[in-house]
């Protein structure tokens, strides 16, 4: 039995979205996945390393570049936690990712909301794997934030 399903994957990602819960940050995880191999784990770390850029994708996406020693990551899979935003989604359109697979919806600041295009035209999009985990994981973020 293949347990190397896409649930096992954003799962994976829910993982790194906790350790951020946990780290108060933002809880985004991401894991970037290559002939059905994690080879890039990360989640938000703007507070930590004071860096506006440090959503999970983009380091996620760096590291996945450096393990491959290739920019474009046209194989590979992003199972992130949350819909990226137009910076992460116009990395994932240079780095050419083959799939980028989402779990909660971001209307505010996600990259659907745009009429044009920031994805990379050959890239598919799958939303709403495991959306409701990621979005309480948020919400309870949101209100341990306001206390």
């Not at 096992?8 to 059905?36: H, L, Q, S, T």
């Amino acid at each position: 039995m293949d347990l190397l399903t896409d649930e096992f994957f954003m799962n994976e990602a829910m993982k790194m979205a906790k350790i951020a819960f946990e780290e108060d940050e933002i809880p985004v995880g991401a894991v970037i996945v290559c002939r059905n191999r994690i080879i890039a784990k990360a989640y938000n770390q703007t507070e930590k390393l004071t860096d506006a850029t440090a959503h999970a994708e983009m380091l996620a996406i760096t590291s996945a570049a450096n393990t491959l020693g290739s920019k474009y990551l046209n194989e590979c899979k992003l199972y992130v936690t949350l819909e990226p935003c137009v910076m992460c989604a116009g990395a994932s359109y240079w780095s050419q990712l083959g799939e980028i697979h989402y779990a909660a919806s971001d209307p505010t600041r996600g990259f659907s909301r745009l009429a044009e295009r920031v994805v990379h035209p050959k890239t598919k999009i799958k939303v709403g794997l495991m959306a409701d985990e990621a979005k309480m994981l948020m919400d309870d973020f949101f209100k341990k934030l306001r206390k």
